[in-house]
């Protein structure tokens, strides 16, 4: 802004306010009178007074506790909004010794316990399940663990839906539906992206955000197929939708319904909870939280499928490990970078080539290999995998389960719903696409006792437990060796069989003490900081 401009800003304000005191001069507005007080020649005065401060005091404690009350609902509503049905996280177990205080020990529950207790829950409420895949690695996004569940938990249907559909070349989407059809009946989606709202945002809100959507292909299909099968059970359905993290299971739910219900983001394993929405009479939705990956699996497979809130991931080598398995003349072509002999050298000219640095003015290796991290996950890199030459029966599967999960559901409507969708979408060329190498099913875990427990934590833990015990068991020597103390030597005879330290010792231990310091002056290190 020039200084013209700024000046002259500053006078038209200045006009603005002498005209509005012009009209209140005008007005005769008046400053509001003083209160008196009680006068002196008052009898009582002093009593009065006092009680006018106490009234005073009780007021202020009120509007003070209507306030924290009006907070406290605020925090509950809020809570109730984010997470519905949130089980309590901390157990209070208490423990008590003899003569002792009792001590209560909060220990808070796993993050992997919650979702695995939360995906079962989903698994029994629900009679239809669909498992969400990522159309770029549709094999690596099952789990058989939790297929094989599904079939064990009695007759219950499951639907494989193709989400982000967009992101691969339509041949290699028709090979994939070819193939996965052969076992379960299988939707191609391509859920809305949505939008922020950029308006005026209005102070009452009596409906949910507008949903503001791109094309969402893929929606009047899985409409259909579940509306079919609603009508051939005869009553209800309750819909689980499952799958990894960041396969797309909220913006499914989102593009069904319309509105933005779900909570969506790029970050992985937002849902922690189980989520019900009706969608209409007849069918209710229910969002999961994502699959726990199981420690045994390929690193690649750990990097794509491990959200942060839940495991330690370390970037760098996660995304080497999904490099390694990314075709490097594509990669080269797709970050513009000179081509690389080893992940490290392609994280360094990646952050050069994106002006990612250091303090010093370095590479910044670790946020390079974050962004490639982000872009592998998130839905906006264009990759694809190449399905199986044969097929082959999965051993969690036979013929007879095969053919009763697809009763019920009308899949000539579905085939060429699926036709049509593949149609409209807009792929990437095979050419401009990357081809990654899948490392086949993932393996995941849905029972608690199969979760791997940390080291570290554990070590924690002990540690506290035996720096508790020591001090119980130091206090309780030091008391019995004072009490065997007083009862053989008086306080007399313990201080004639301390000899007297003599002036020369006395001399001696000051110049020890010296010399030491000394020592350590000479010994700075001028390299550490010291606060």
Aim: hydrophobic share 35%.
């Amino acid at each position: 802004m020039t200084c013209h401009k700024r000046y002259k800003i500053q006078k038209k304000v200045r006009e603005h306010h002498r005209k509005l005191r012009k009209e209140a001069k005008k007005r005769g507005h008046k400053k509001p009178r003083k209160d008196p007080g009680v006068p002196n020649s008052a009898p009582f005065k002093e009593a009065l007074l006092r009680e006018a401060e106490l009234r005073k005091q009780q007021l202020e404690e009120l509007k003070q506790q209507q306030k924290l009350d009006r907070q406290k609902e605020q925090e509950k509503k809020r809570k109730l909004e984010t997470n519905p049905d949130e089980p309590s996280n901390v157990e209070a177990i208490e423990e008590s010794g003899q003569g002792k205080t009792k001590k209560i020990k909060l220990v808070k529950q796993s993050p992997k316990k919650l979702h695995c207790q939360e995906l079962k829950k989903v698994i029994e409420a629900s009679d239809v399940l669909l498992e969400v895949l990522d159309a770029r690695d549709p094999l690596g996004c099952r789990c058989p663990q939790v297929e094989e569940a599904i079939v064990q938990s009695g007759h219950k249907k499951l639907v494989l839906v193709l989400n982000k559909s967009d992101l691969v070349p339509k041949e290699n989407l028709e090979g994939w539906l070819n193939y996965l059809k052969k076992e379960l009946p299988t939707v191609v989606f391509k859920a809305s992206a949505y939008l922020k709202n950029k308006g005026k945002i209005t102070k009452v809100k009596k409906k949910a955000a507008p949903f503001k959507t791109k094309v969402c292909i893929g929606k009047e299909s899985l409409w259909k197929l579940l509306g079919g099968f609603q009508d051939t059970y005869g009553k209800a359905i309750q819909v689980g939708v499952i799958g990894f993290p960041n396969v797309g299971k909220s913006s499914i739910i989102n593009s069904l319904k319309q509105e933005r219900i779900c909570n969506v983001g790029i970050s992985m394993g937002l849902t922690r909870n189980m989520q019900v929405v009706p969608l209409d009479k007849q069918i209710t939705i229910i969002d999961s939280p994502c699959f726990i990956v199981s420690p045994h699996n390929s690193s690649a497979a750990i990097a794509l499928r491990s959200p942060m809130s839940i495991e330690a991931v370390k970037p760098v080598d996660a995304a080497s490990a999904i490099l390694s398995q990314a075709d490097a003349r594509q990669v080269v072509l797709k970050y513009t970078v000179p081509d690389y002999k080893n992940s490290l050298e392609f994280f360094t000219k990646l952050a050069q080539r994106r002006g990612l640095h250091q303090k010093g003015g370095g590479p910044n290796v670790e946020r390079a290999a974050k962004l490639l991290l982000s872009e592998w996950t998130g839905a906006s890199l264009g990759y694809y995998c190449l399905p199986p030459i044969s097929w082959s029966l999965p051993s969690h599967f036979n013929e007879n389960i095969m053919a009763d999960m697809k009763k019920g559901f009308n899949l000539e409507e579905l085939e060429n719903n699926n036709a049509h969708s593949i149609q409209i979408i807009k792929g990437p060329c095979l050419a401009n696409s990357i081809p990654f190498q899948s490392s086949g099913l993932t393996n995941g875990i849905i029972e608690e006792r199969d979760i791997p427990e940390d080291l570290s934590k554990q070590r924690e833990v002990r540690q506290k437990e035996d720096d508790d015990d020591d001090e119980d068991d130091t206090g309780i020597e030091q008391e019995g060796v004072d009490e065997i103390l007083s009862d053989v030597f008086p306080v007399k005879e313990i201080s004639e069989v301390v000899p007297e330290v003599s002036i020369a010792g006395e001399a001696s231990s000051r110049s020890f003490i010296l010399d030491k310091k000394t020592k350590e002056d000479d010994a700075y290190d001028f390299s550490t900081d010291y606060v």
